[in-house]
């Protein structure tokens, strides 16, 4: 398994050059860039830049980057526990519920895009019942600063953390002023008059519009999944696969 745990609020990374090693005790500068990351389309990869861009002023022989993202995906941690949960408010308040819902890509996917983009770590971080608790000045205090020891956060103009969403990029800044890293907003990139998002690129997907998600992604759609032996028909036809 690619994901090495550790005892900490984080509960899974990689570091891209050395899967063993433990995300601990940083000596250099360590940038993040937060968010569900759901197909990192142009959006996603305009954060990503912006980090790079960020952390080559502060200081390019040490700086250090990183993706934090969670596991699953908050739409299908509530989605699947609207049912069960004790609090259907908080769930409510979250991103629109949907049983339906399935991620553009898997975890390993993600993995290998993001080595493939430069990033120094991967953070998956477990999305379940304790985190989604967490209010926004935990969520920072915990994850970001005592875990990380981040001095840069790069996110979305969108994204909202902590209990109920409750916590917005501008409380994401007082946070970062208080506790002393530095956060940069990265406005929504427009594609055709409209906001590029995940949900665009799904809808696009459910329509067959291919080049349209290809344009979103800013590469062609691929899927991943375990082949297995069918009827073996092929081969009676002349056509073995």
Do not use: C
Not at 137 to 155: P, S
Not at 163 to 183: T, W, Y
Not at 192 to 200: A, C, D, M, V
């Amino acid at each position: 398994m690619l994901l090495a745990r550790t005892t900490s609020t984080i509960s899974k990374h990689l570091n891209l050059a050395n899967p063993q090693s433990i995300l601990v005790g940083q000596q250099s500068i360590l940038g993040v860039t937060i968010g569900s990351f759901d197909g990192f389309h142009a959006g996603h990869q305009a954060l990503f830049a912006r980090l790079q861009e960020e952390l080559k002023r502060m200081n390019p022989e040490t700086s250090r980057r990183a993706l934090l993202t969670s596991e699953p995906h908050p739409r299908q941690f509530f989605g699947r526990n609207l049912k069960t949960t004790n609090n259907v408010a908080a769930a409510a308040e979250s991103r629109p519920v949907t049983t339906a819902f399935l991620p553009l890509m898997t975890t390993r996917e993600k993995i290998e895009y993001v080595r493939s983009a430069g990033f120094d770590y991967f953070i998956a971080q477990r999305f379940n019942a304790e985190l989604a608790a967490l209010s926004p000045e935990q969520f920072v205090e915990q994850l970001i600063v005592r875990d990380l020891g981040a001095k840069l956060v790069v996110v979305g103009y969108d994204w909202a953390f902590g209990k109920g969403r409750e916590g917005s990029p501008e409380k994401l800044q007082q946070l970062g002023a208080r506790f002393g890293f530095r956060v940069v907003i990265v406005e929504p990139v427009v594609a055709g008059g409209e906001k590029i998002s995940s949900s665009r690129v799904r809808d696009a997907l459910g329509r067959g519009e291919m080049e349209q998600v290809a344009s979103l992604l800013l590469r062609p759609y691929s899927l991943v999944g375990r082949v297995v032996h069918g009827d073996k028909r092929g081969r009676t036809i002349g056509f073995p696969t």
